[in-house]
Each structure stands twice: as C-alpha cells, then as structure tokens.
C-alpha cells in the first residue's frame, strides 16, 4: 500500500523523493506536519464519498473499473448538461439567440467585474495603423476607418484570434504592443458578449480546432463566445464553465496590469507582453537561486501539459493560476441554486473536487489514474470519440491543493501575481 507521499508522487508523475524533500523543506518554513497525509485522506474521503453518490456503494474499491467510472462520471455530466441548458433559458442551440442568452446567464450568476483594459481609442489606432487584410476582405471594406464606422471594434479584435495568420498577428499587428504605456488604458468593467451571428461561417476552423467556441482577450477585458455549436454532450456545461473561468482569469489580469503601471513605465510593456505570452521560466533554476535552503515554487501560467505533457517544469514544485481561475468557476457553478430561485440542480456533487483523483484497474488490470474535476471530465466528453481522457486540470490542482494547504489561496494568488515575471519564488 502506497504512503500518503507515494500516492501524491504517482499522482503528479514525479518521484517519490521529489514529494518527501518539498514535504520537508515545507515544513522548515511553516512549522506544518502531517500536511501530505491529511491531503490524502481528504482525497479518499471525497473519491469514497462519490464513488457512493454513483452508485458504486457496495462495491470495493479494488473492484470497481476505470471504464465503469468514466461512464458514470459521463452520465452524471449529461444530466447535469441537460439542467444548465433548461436555467438558461435556451431552447435550441440552432437558434441565433442562444449564445448570448447564456452570456447573460453567466453574468446574472457571476457578474463581471472591472480593471485596466486598453483604450478602445488606442484600439483602434494599432488596427489602422497595421490593417487585417483578412477581416477587410471578410467583411468587404476598404479602410479600417470605413470598417470601424460600422462594426463594433470589440468584435473586430476578437476575429484577429480565428482570421487573420497567427504569424503576422505575432511578428506585426501585436509587435504594436511594445509601445503601449499606461496612458493607453482605462479602467472600465469586463465585457461579456456573443458575436454576431456574420462572424459564425468565418470561424468554423477555430472552433473545429479548439473543440469550444469561447475564447478572450486580456488586454481588451473582452470575453466572446462564437455563435457555432457543435452538438455535443456536455457542450452547454463546458461553455458556462470557460465562461466562469475567462471571468475570473481575466480579472486576474487585470489586476497585474495595474500592477505594472504603479511598477514603472519602462518596464509596463515588456511586462504586459510578458503576461500576455504567458511566459514561465525557461530554463531549471541554479542552486544558487534558493535562499538559506528556501522551498522554491514555478509559477505555470498556463497549461504546458496541453503541448508536452513531458515539459521539465510539470515535475517541479509549482503553483498554475489557471488552476486557481478554475477552481472559482466550479464555486460560480455551484452557486447557481442560490440565485436561481427554486432551481435544485444537484451539481454539489463537483463540489471541492478540483483536485480529487484515484487509480482504478482498466480491464487488462492495469492501474489509471482517474480524474473527479468537472472539467477534465466534460472535456473528456466532448472529445470521447478520440478517447482522450484528461487529467491535466486535476494534477495542476492538485500542486495548488499542496501549496494551499501550507499557506492560503490568497497568498498562492498574492504570490503568483508578484513573481509573475520572475517566474518563481521561494517562501
């Protein structure tokens, strides 16, 4: 029987000295035992405790499946689906009207806040000084200025995400981006919308390669949802989620930028773009970097399991703010039944299972880690017919559940916002 330190390593895929030497040094700083075990048993107490809640009751857990979990983690999320798409009030995701009736939705349940956006001025002066030729075409205009007469400019930036190339949107139109100053923000509240239903055809390719049709832009505190649904199971609850998620990631950021105005204006743009980038330490820091034997901790700002599930840095210590944006979606979720009222929507289930996970045998008997957070889940859905199963979101979670567990959520974001740029710190 594995150790509370073995299970947390198998967990995270990293060795089993790796999870011992950051219990101790962890100690050393907080004066906090036992946390590693605790974590563990609170674990299995929620795995147990929903393994009942399906059905699962009489059964050892030595006996039950990984493929009989899947599917009943799937039915559990089609039910739940089904419920989301009745509050909001939607009737058919055919019609025109549903993509932003469940903006509206998610802004009634968790209402957009504010913070420091570029001007829409300054907007609109980088798109006529590098014109998308693409959106031009798409929309047959001639002139950026004859576009943006007619057109609103918030839409306009969202279609250089799925229209124009990437690699002159990277090496010209957002090279722009190096000139920016303070001065070229305002302070105006998070906008939430649906596009027009004229942008769907152009961006079947986006969303066919995402797998979703919601996406953001930081800089502009805009969040956008491409009027397409692909018909899938779960599609509805993956959309109020990533909307909930974009929510808070974009405050987030918002409050960094605000942090890189008071910092300094020389650096305001590096930095901007830095955050923007997404940028985390690109090579393993030197000894000498630890200060007195401190514990050393990566910021991961964004999901590096998606491109190398191999990458270095998912095997150090480290804490991923997108984990934490997640984590706030599934509170959002959850507290739909107390705004809506009369809605008993049963999704307590998700509740605190952001990082929960155990191994089950598949059928040859061989031992899988099976993920309990709702999105790993639904995006598994979504993706069933290519048979990929996520894990990603939990593990991530699960490296914030340990740093929580010797601090705070508070301090994980306080610290992650400070040594952002950085890209680690030591505690």
């Given at each position: 029987?594995?150790?509370?330190?073995?299970?947390?390593?198998?967990?995270?895929?990293?060795?089993?000295?790796?999870?011992?030497?950051?219990?101790?040094?962890?100690?050393?700083?907080?004066?906090?035992?036992?946390?590693?075990?605790?974590?563990?048993?609170?674990?299995?107490?929620?795995?147990?405790?929903?393994?009942?809640?399906?059905?699962?009751?009489?059964?050892?857990?030595?006996?039950?499946?990984?493929?009989?979990?899947?599917?009943?983690?799937?039915?559990?999320?089609?039910?739940?689906?089904?419920?989301?798409?009745?509050?909001?009030?939607?009737?058919?995701?055919?019609?025109?009207?549903?993509?932003?009736?469940?903006?509206?939705?998610?802004?009634?349940?968790?209402?957009?806040?504010?913070?420091?956006?570029?001007?829409?001025?300054?907007?609109?002066?980088?798109?006529?000084?590098?014109?998308?030729?693409?959106?031009?075409?798409?929309?047959?205009?001639?002139?950026?200025?004859?576009?943006?007469?007619?057109?609103?400019?918030?839409?306009?930036?969202?279609?250089?995400?799925?229209?124009?190339?990437?690699?002159?949107?990277?090496?010209?139109?957002?090279?722009?981006?190096?000139?920016?100053?303070?001065?070229?923000?305002?302070?105006?509240?998070?906008?939430?919308?649906?596009?027009?239903?004229?942008?769907?055809?152009?961006?079947?390719?986006?969303?066919?390669?995402?797998?979703?049709?919601?996406?953001?832009?930081?800089?502009?505190?805009?969040?956008?949802?491409?009027?397409?649904?692909?018909?899938?199971?779960?599609e509805t609850l993956r959309l109020v989620s990533l909307l909930n998620h974009y929510?808070?990631?974009?405050?987030?950021?918002?409050?960094?930028?605000?942090?890189?105005?008071?910092?300094?204006?020389?650096?305001?743009?590096?930095?901007?773009?830095?955050?923007?980038?997404?940028?985390?330490?690109?090579?393993?820091?030197?000894?000498?970097?630890?200060?007195?034997?401190?514990?050393?901790?990566?910021?991961?700002?964004?999901?590096?399991?998606?491109?190398?599930?191999?990458?270095?840095?998912?095997?150090?210590?480290?804490?991923?703010?997108?984990?934490?944006?997640?984590?706030?979606?599934?509170?959002?979720?959850?507290?739909?039944?107390?705004?809506?009222?009369?809605?008993?929507?049963?999704?307590?289930?998700?509740?605190?299972?952001?990082?929960?996970?155990?191994?089950?045998?598949?059928?040859?008997?061989?031992?899988?880690?099976?993920?309990?957070?709702?999105?790993?889940?639904?995006?598994?859905?979504?993706?069933?017919?290519?048979?990929?199963?996520?894990?990603?979101?939990?593990?991530?979670?699960?490296?914030?559940?340990?740093?929580?567990?010797?601090?705070?959520?508070?301090?994980?974001?306080?610290?992650?916002?400070?040594?952002?740029?950085?890209?680690?710190?030591?505690?």
């Amino acid at each position: 029987m594995d150790t509370p330190q073995e299970k947390i390593a198998r967990m995270l895929r990293v060795s089993k000295q790796t999870i011992n030497d950051l219990e101790s040094s962890m100690e050393r700083a907080t004066g906090k035992v036992g946390v590693m075990a605790r974590i563990v048993e609170e674990n299995d107490a929620l795995v147990s405790d929903r393994l009942h809640r399906l059905g699962f009751g009489g059964k050892d857990m030595k006996d039950i499946k990984a493929v009989e979990i899947f599917d009943a983690l799937r039915s559990k999320i089609e039910a739940d689906d089904l419920k989301i798409f009745e509050v909001c009030g939607v009737f058919s995701l055919r019609l025109e009207s549903t993509a932003q009736k469940i903006c509206d939705f998610v802004a009634s349940v968790t209402p957009p806040g504010e913070g420091y956006f570029l001007k829409l001025t300054k907007a609109a002066e980088l798109l006529k000084a590098e014109p998308p030729k693409k959106i031009l075409e798409a929309l047959k205009y001639a002139t950026v200025s004859e576009m943006l007469a007619k057109e609103d400019i918030r839409e306009v930036y969202c279609a250089l995400r799925f229209l124009e190339d990437p690699v002159w949107l990277n090496t010209v139109f957002f090279k722009q981006y190096e000139q920016l100053t303070p001065k070229d923000f305002e302070w105006r509240k998070i906008h939430l919308q649906a596009l027009q239903p004229k942008w769907a055809s152009a961006a079947e390719k986006f969303v066919a390669k995402k797998y979703h049709n919601v996406s953001h832009l930081k800089e502009l505190g805009v969040i956008f949802v491409i009027p397409i649904f692909l018909g899938i199971s779960g599609e509805t609850l993956r959309l109020v989620s990533l909307l909930n998620h974009y929510l808070h990631e974009v405050a987030y950021y918002a409050t960094l930028f605000e942090g890189f105005m008071k910092k300094s204006e020389e650096t305001f743009a590096a930095h901007l773009i830095s955050a923007l980038r997404g940028d985390v330490v690109a090579r393993r820091l030197p000894s000498f970097a630890m200060e007195a034997d401190r514990p050393r901790w990566l910021i991961v700002q964004r999901y590096l399991a998606k491109d190398d599930e191999n990458d270095w840095r998912l095997f150090e210590p480290h804490v991923n703010p997108e984990a934490l944006h997640w984590a706030r979606a599934e509170a959002d979720i959850l507290n739909i039944e107390h705004v809506v009222r009369g809605f008993k929507d049963g999704l307590d289930f998700w509740r605190g299972l952001g990082w929960a996970g155990d191994f089950f045998p598949t059928e040859t008997g061989v031992p899988v880690l099976v993920s309990f957070n709702i999105v790993d889940t639904v995006m598994a859905l979504v993706k069933e017919k290519e048979l990929i199963k996520y894990l990603y979101h939990q593990q991530e979670a699960l490296w914030n559940k340990i740093f929580i567990s010797y601090f705070s959520e508070a301090e994980l974001e306080d610290w992650s916002q400070r040594y952002i740029i950085q890209g680690w710190f030591g505690v």
